[in-house]
């Protein structure tokens, strides 16, 4: 079982900087991959950025490449999302995931398998 909580959304202007948190409990952290999702109002979820177990490798939706950085404390058991250069189409409800297996895509939602309650990022014009 893992649990994870996230933190830090928030109303923002375009051009602005956020930083998300998310705080993982339960197995032990470093024993598996993270990955963060958002979904938009009338859109499906879909994947922003994935880290495997010991941070040294990334990869990036292309809409996000460039502006957003995902890292992880596993001494802290915390996930990070910074995020640059907002816009307004990057408004959406955020959620962070645990992957503990490598069956399904991860690009998937389906291929996690914990997430968290989500944090909702808004991005004004």
């Known amino acids: 079982q893992v649990q994870l909580v996230e933190s830090g959304g928030g109303l923002v202007q375009a051009g602005g900087s956020l930083r998300l948190s998310c705080s993982a409990s339960g197995r032990t952290f470093s024993s598996y991959a993270m990955g963060w999702f958002r979904q938009a109002p009338g859109k499906e979820r879909e994947f922003v950025a994935f880290?495997?177990?010991?941070?040294?490798?990334?990869y990036y939706a292309d809409s996000v490449k460039g502006r957003f950085t995902i890292s992880r404390d596993n001494a802290k058991n915390t996930l990070y999302l910074q995020m640059n250069s907002l816009k307004p189409e990057d408004t959406a409800v955020y959620y962070c995931?645990?992957?503990?297996?490598?069956?399904?895509?991860?690009?998937?939602?389906?291929?996690?398998?914990?997430w968290g309650q989500g944090t909702q990022v808004t991005v004004s014009s």
């Open positions: 880290i495997n177990w010991s941070g040294e490798s990334t």
């Open positions: 995931a645990a992957r503990l297996s490598a069956g399904n895509s991860r690009y998937s939602p389906a291929g996690y398998d914990y």
